[in-house]
């Protein structure tokens, strides 16, 4: 809650710099706002001709560190630059609109809009919009009510479509009002999502395209490939902690001295080891506080485990479109409607380490997990709504999904409890997420011991069961021989005991104690 002043319904000043070419992957999503904004502000006169309505308003979601800001700005750029007509850019978190005093948010709200208006050509882009627009409930006290209803008035009078337009970002479109989510206010959704491996890559090459020596395509395609999880944010940290191990190997001394050391930047090559050895300071946004979905096997499982998830991909790609096939035809497939699109793994590792390995290859898919945590997290008001919304969700994308079950039965005991097990049922049996989400599930014991309405759900007959079987003697030999016989034939590593040269003292620069 703050003072809204003069100066917060003044447009920021747009970073030159950011371009769409700084956005690694997105394509779709580029594609997608030049035809909505771009295209009306440069050639008015086509939609005048055929009397269509530009766009008012985008709703950009997804998980933080996606891109989301990064966008909005590089729209905001690609506008003034590309259109030639100079774009006012008015960014507001929702909550600085926000004020304590009755009536000042939607008066701040209001001035806001009559300046953008006054200005216009003008983008409008809401951080955490969830936070002015939060689903209104019949408990609530008038104060959100109000403010939401200012803003859809407020968009509702944009009578000069494509010359306004509202950008909305948040990580929680479920918390947001469903009126604000109504075609004709944001008319389009865009869901961004963890990037895959291609879009990682695209990512990684802008933060590394400075240095020198350039990494090489094999550098960066086998980066690519080991960060799954990792979101725009956290590879560009990544970039940014290689550097710094980068420079700790080349120039220890600079570590221990207080004052500026001569050192040669030239010397400083980030190699693959100091990527490597970054990623291990590095914990991925998604991992923080719950271990990601999707995860590649760990290497020191694949002789065990690595012949049961090709044997596991062979059958889901019965009832699902798996990588392969994908990766060639970029478009995504259609599936048969009479596809079962549900996947069972039962038995030992299944959700350790099966399902997340199946997931790591089906990286095209949105992942919405069912757990128990999902359950009862603070923004689910029910076990039930947690349900409704999660398959909401789901068809909203458009998107290919997965729905992940961790430990199906301890899910389904929660659920019927709680009388949301029938929601659940009835959702699934009703396709109501649409024909291309896979329901995952994972349950620790046998498939006998599930009930018979989830036996239904996972038919026998539709061979959409994966059981964990023993591993083989093969198997396990290979899994322990680096352990029991290779690991001791190992040369130990000799440290390199002896301390770097001194480096000569940079007399131009005083101590940093002194300085400070
Ligand atoms: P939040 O929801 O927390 O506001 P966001 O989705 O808006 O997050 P950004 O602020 O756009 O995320 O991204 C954080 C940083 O991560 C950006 O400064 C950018 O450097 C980097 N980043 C994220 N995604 C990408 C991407 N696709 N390409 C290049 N950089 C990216």
Redesign the pocket.
Known sequence: MNNFGPSDIQPIKIDSNVRFS?????KEHIRCLREMIIFPLMYPELFKKFNTRPAKGVLFH??????????ARALANECSVVGGRKVSFFMRKGADIMNKYYGESERNLRMLFTQARKMKPSIIFF??IDALAPARRPSDDHTHSSVVATLLAEMDGLCDRGNVIVIG?T?RPDAMDPAVRRAGRFDRELY?PP?EAD?RR??LA??TKEWEPSLTNDTLDNIAKVTVGY???D??ALCSEAVLKAVRRVYPQIYEADYKLVVNATNVEVTTEDILAAMEEIVPAGNRYVPQAARPLPQHCVPLLQGQIQAAVTLLRRTFPVPAERQKQKTQPKLSTSAPCVFLISGECAETYIAPALLAQLEHCIVKELSIPSLHSAHSYSPEQAVITLFAECRRTGRACVIFVRDLLAIWETLVKKNGAAVLLQLWRMRSVGDNTLLLATCSGSYGELPKELQEVFPVYKDCIYCVREPTLTEVNNFLAPVVTQLPLVPPVVFNVIPPPPLPRDDDMVSIHEDC
């Open positions: 700084s956005i690694g992957g997105l997804g998980p933080p560190g996606t891109g989301k800001t990064l966008l951080d955490e970002a990580n961004f990037p879009a695209d990512i802008i933060y979101l725009g944010s590879i560009k």
